[in-house]
C-alpha cells in the first residue's frame, strides 16, 4: 500500500480560541484537527465535504501505528 503524502498548515488565533476549540473537540471525542475537518465540512462546498469525510476515513487511528503483516 503507497503511503500517502499529508500537507500541514498553522493557524493564527489567540491561546483562549485555541483552549477553548480544543476543549469543546475533546468534548465531543475528537481530536482538534478531526473537529476543524469537519467544520470545514458544513460550509457547503459539496466538493470540499467529500474530501473531509474521505479523509477522515483515511486518517490513521490514534496510537501507536500497527505493523502489516
Do not use: C, H, W
Request: proline fraction near 3%; hydrophobic fraction near 40%.
Amino acid at each position: 500500500m503507497a503511503k500517502t503524502s499529508r500537507s500541514q498548515f498553522q493557524i493564527d488565533v489567540s491561546p483562549a480560541v485555541r483552549n477553548r476549540a480544543k476543549a469543546v473537540a475533546y468534548g465531543r471525542g475528537l481530536k482538534l484537527t478531526e473537529f476543524i475537518l469537519l467544520a470545514f465540512a458544513k460550509m457547503g462546498d459539496e466538493e470540499l465535504t467529500r474530501l473531509v469525510k474521505q479523509d477522515l476515513e483515511n486518517r490513521a487511528e490514534r496510537g501507536r501505528p500497527v505493523k502489516e503483516k
